[in-house]
């Protein structure tokens, strides 16, 4: 015997909103602890350079690619920071502005990858003492972090 269900369509729009939530957090914590692995991954990397008197890091000609490699590691670290405070405050967040959110999402993730990899291919490839094209990643990934820190800032301040 077949039973017809009833299925209530708000039911059916939480169901949704709530697998979407679900989603992004989960996308967000999978970033900010892969990113946080990494990135102090490469602060010890960086600090077994330093001990080892590595002179492709430490040398004085080689000034530039110590201080992106090192602004790499810092960024990178607090962005994935800021992945997981996003992962954990996007319930509070999400349902004050559903699109804002996603698009907060988009910008932190796009963002949060230019801004600490433009750092690092500018000191893996220095010239004369200037860092490479990758650096040009940086104000396009600092920007698109910004705005996607606005937008959360802008669903937080919305009226409850």
Known sequence: M??????DPDNAARDAADEELRALRRRHLRAGWTMLLCFLSLG?????????KVDWYLNAANDTRRLMF?????HGTLIGLLHLA????A?????????AIRAASRCL????????????????????GDP??????????????????GLC??????AD
Not at 2 to 7: L, S, Y
Not at 86 to 89: I, L, P, V
Not at 91 to 99: D, E, H, I, Y
């Open 132 to 149: 490479g094209l990758g650096v040009f990643l940086v104000p396009v990934g600092a920007l698109t972090l910004l705005i996607g820190v």
């Open 86 to 89: 996003f992962g954990a405050s």
């Open 44 to 52: 010890l990397a960086l600090e077994s350079l330093h001990g080892w």
């Open 70 to 74: 090192t602004l790499a590691h810092a």
């Open 153 to 158: 800032v802008r669903a937080a301040w919305s």
């Open 2 to 7: 077949k039973h017809n269900r009833v299925v």
């Open 91 to 99: 319930a509070q967040l999400l349902p004050r502005s559903v699109r």
């Open 109 to 128: 993730s796009f963002g949060g990858l230019l801004l600490p990899l433009g750092f690092l291919l500018g000191g893996l490839f220095i010239h004369a």
